[in-house]
């Protein structure tokens, strides 16, 4: 897999993933126009110069876009990560390759120490998968928000690590 930065070229891409049905009922509304998201995607390159957010695209060895991430609200060694779309059909390994990166490049390439993320309450799957590693540190009547810091992590990529390649 391969993992990039955003371009406005992915505009169109990153939209049909946010305007899509079942993606989306877990984010916050978008509106179905590729020149605002070409104008949101502006907007990110500026921070991203600045070092304030980093949104990436991972695709396929033959560059087929498979999904997005994002990493934002930096604030001493605490990011958030988010924006966290996988296309449909893709395989789980996706999914675990991609939390690995974001996770990696955050806290071994920017020297996060924790992050911070929320969850759609009625995103079940997800919450039952990020209770096995991080601490819910509070709620509110939609979302849980959780905290995972490095040792957390280092739990959670030798899970990861052993489903891309289990020991014998």
């Not at 304030?52 to 994002?70: A, M, N």
């Amino acid at each position: 897999m391969i993992f990039r930065l955003v371009e406005e070229s992915d505009a169109e891409f990153i939209l049909s993933l946010r305007t899509d049905p079942k993606l989306s009922r877990h984010l916050s509304p978008t509106d179905n126009d590729p020149e605002q998201q070409r104008l949101w995607i502006r907007g990110y390159k500026e921070r991203e110069a600045r070092g304030e957010e980093y949104y990436f695209l991972f695709e396929s060895t033959s560059h087929e876009p498979l999904g997005v991430v994002r990493l934002y609200d930096f604030k001493d060694k605490t990011y958030n990560s988010g924006s966290w779309l996988i296309k449909p059909g893709g395989d789980i390994l996706t999914a675990i390759k991609s939390d690995l990166f974001i996770s990696s490049f955050a806290l071994d390439e920017l020297g996060f120490e924790q992050c911070l993320f929320d969850v759609r309450k009625d995103n079940k799957k997800v919450v039952r998968f990020h209770k096995m590693f991080a601490t819910q540190i509070n709620e509110d009547e939609n979302s849980l928000y959780l905290m995972m810091d490095r040792k957390a992590y280092e739990k959670k990529y030798k899970y990861l690590i052993n489903i891309i390649e289990p020991e014998i």
